[in-house]
């Protein structure tokens, strides 16, 4: 699968014209970046600072995920987004987007402000250790004061030359390292494939996918969004040919701690760890049904740190369904679920259905059922077992059901997996929320 580079958004060499003439006119120091925060163009006018925070590894890593999490938060607004770095300057970020996919961004600013706002971003806690150093204290100090507005001009003005650079931002592509550059950072690392694309809705598509493609549905919370999206990438990568979906996996595997490491940095070293201890006993052949729950384990640990990071937020109706969602094996009660939110079930009933569009049992047996669907066709785990990890007492009771809602016995839904593996993705299933 061919890899498609930053150019089939931008042409890379009008848009570092375009920053260097900016920077010029402006004074303000500019870059652009992808996703994770690696330059993808050479900096342009950056500040004296800013270059000798640039020069420390760690520090440089602490600008790399400012640079990230500030291109992502344009990205949610649609707009430019003016925050504090973690060194207390002011940058604002432009982003550059694929559809719905953050793929990168052109990041500008390196200024203290007049009469700073109490209001504005601050994309990660500030880190004041490089005062203790003299040197950079005074080049700090020596940094270009402007007033918020001509940075919210600035952002504006470079927002309409960006937008005029791809009228057609809306197609699906990824953003790669030129490795011609290398700027103040050394040299990018070219090294990193795209993922197969997942569209939001509708068929499977060819075209490739930022790896940040779990930004979106974690940011909002959304975890059967996030499980759906991982199914759909994982059933292009099991159409590629068995030895390369190991490195696939691995590149999910990543996505999902870049995503980590921006919204909840507390969790990445257990989520590194889990990960390379999975790494270093995986097989070459992989199992499809393994390599999801193991991803979803994954996703989460994500949501967890989330929801610890918000220990005020009241339950509401979004974490119930993911509730449902990590506890597919669990027969829900709607007793169960109206105290989980402390609502009365009535009033459950009738917002689930008007939420989902669907009955509170119909999309919970569902949910157990599109598990059922997977695991009778990537695991040799016998029915009775396959019923018992899915919380049926009874495996007779549960042949019952799953040929109610798919038309075949979970035997003959295995054998016809096996015959044509593409055929399991489509299976009916009575309630598809």
Excluded at 18 to 44: H, W
Excluded at 145 to 163: G, H, I, K, P, Y
Excluded at 196 to 213: D, N
């Amino acid at each position: 699968m061919a890899e498609l580079h930053v150019s089939s958004l931008i042409d890379l060499d009008r848009l570092q014209r375009v920053q260097q003439r900016f920077a010029e006119a402006t004074d303000l120091g500019v870059i652009a970046v992808n996703s994770r925060g690696t330059p993808v163009t050479a900096a342009c006018r950056f500040s004296e600072f800013c270059q000798r925070m640039r020069a420390d590894p760690v520090r440089r890593q602490l600008c790399y995920g400012c640079d990230a999490h500030g291109g992502l938060q344009a990205a949610i607004r649609r707009r430019p987004h003016i925050y504090q770095c973690h060194a207390g300057l002011v940058d604002f970020s432009i982003p550059i987007t694929a559809g719905d996919l953050y793929v990168g961004a052109v990041l500008c600013g390196q200024v203290r402000i007049e009469r700073r706002s109490d209001s504005l971003d601050q994309v990660m806690a500030v880190d004041d250790s490089w005062q203790r150093d003299p040197e950079l204290r005074d080049l700090h100090d020596q940094t270009r004061l402007t007033s918020a507005r001509q940075v919210e001009a600035a952002a504006e003005t470079l927002w309409d030359v960006l937008t005029e650079l791809d009228p057609d931002s809306h197609r699906s592509t990824t953003i790669a390292v030129n490795p011609e550059w290398t700027g103040l950072d050394g040299p990018a690392d070219p090294a990193r494939r795209p993922l197969p694309a997942v569209p939001p809705a509708g068929p499977l598509s060819e075209e490739p996918v930022a790896p940040g493609v779990f930004w979106k549905e974690c940011e909002a919370e959304d975890m059967p969004a996030a499980f759906a999206c991982l199914s759909r990438i994982l059933d292009q990568i099991w159409e590629l040919a068995a030895p390369s979906r190991v490195a696939e996996v691995e590149r999910v595997e990543d996505a999902v701690a870049d995503v980590a490491r921006a919204l909840c940095p507390d969790i990445v070293k257990h989520l590194r760890y889990q990960t390379l201890k999975q790494r270093a006993r995986r097989a070459a052949n992989l199992n499809r049904y393994q390599v999801q729950t193991m991803v979803e384990s994954m996703l989460v640990l994500v949501f967890d740190g989330l929801r610890r990071s918000r220990p005020k937020r009241h339950r509401d109706f979004q974490d119930l369904l993911n509730e449902i969602e990590r506890r597919r094996a669990k027969a829900y009660s709607l007793t169960e679920a109206a105290t989980f939110l402390n609502i009365s079930p009535g009033h459950l009933s009738k917002k689930f259905k008007s939420v989902t569009g669907a009955s509170f049992m119909s999309y919970v047996m569902a949910r157990r059922m599109r598990r059922a669907h997977l695991m009778l066709a990537h695991t040799d785990l016998p029915v009775v077992k396959v019923a018992a990890e899915l919380g049926f007492h009874q495996a007779n009771y549960f042949a019952r059901v799953f040929k109610a809602e798919t038309g075949l016995s979970p035997s003959e839904f295995r054998r016809e997996s096996s015959l044509n593996p593409d055929w399991s993705r489509n299976a009916p299933v009575s309630c598809r929320n």
